[in-house]
């Protein structure tokens, strides 16, 4: 088993900054993937960003070149920094941790981009 806690969420203004942290603990050797994902209300829940155990990342499409993942393995947390903000951020970031045979979910923490 793993857990994740997620922390950073909050309200800003558009072009503002937010840092988003996920910890994780638990079974963390299983993990070969962390990532975060987004859901918006009424819409489905879309990959953000995601960084694999040897220290690939891949981003979608629309927060390429304002977002970035990196992870401090030695604190066992992953990270994302948001710049550049715009109101269609706004959504719930969840943390995820991938195995390769099972995933994990973070509580999820609420992010609010006003404009």
């Known amino acids: 088993q793993v857990q994740l806690v997620e922390s950073g969420g909050g309200l800003v203004q558009a072009g503002g900054s937010l840092r988003l942290s996920c910890a994780a603990s638990g079974s963390i050797f299983s993990i070969i993937v962390m990532g975060w994902y987004r859901q918006a209300p009424g819409k489905q829940r879309e990959l953000v960003a995601a960084?694999?155990?040897?220290?690939?990342?891949n981003y979608a499409d629309a927060v390429k070149g304002r977002f970035t993942i990196s992870r401090d393995n030695a604190k066992n947390t992953v990270y994302l920094q948001m710049n550049s903000l715009k109101p269609e951020d706004t959504a719930v970031y969840y943390c995820?941790?991938?195995?390769?045979?099972?995933?994990?979910w973070g509580q999820g923490t609420q992010v609010t981009v006003s404009s």
């Open positions: 995820n941790a991938n195995s390769g045979i099972n995933a994990y």
């Open positions: 960084t694999t155990r040897g220290g690939s990342t």
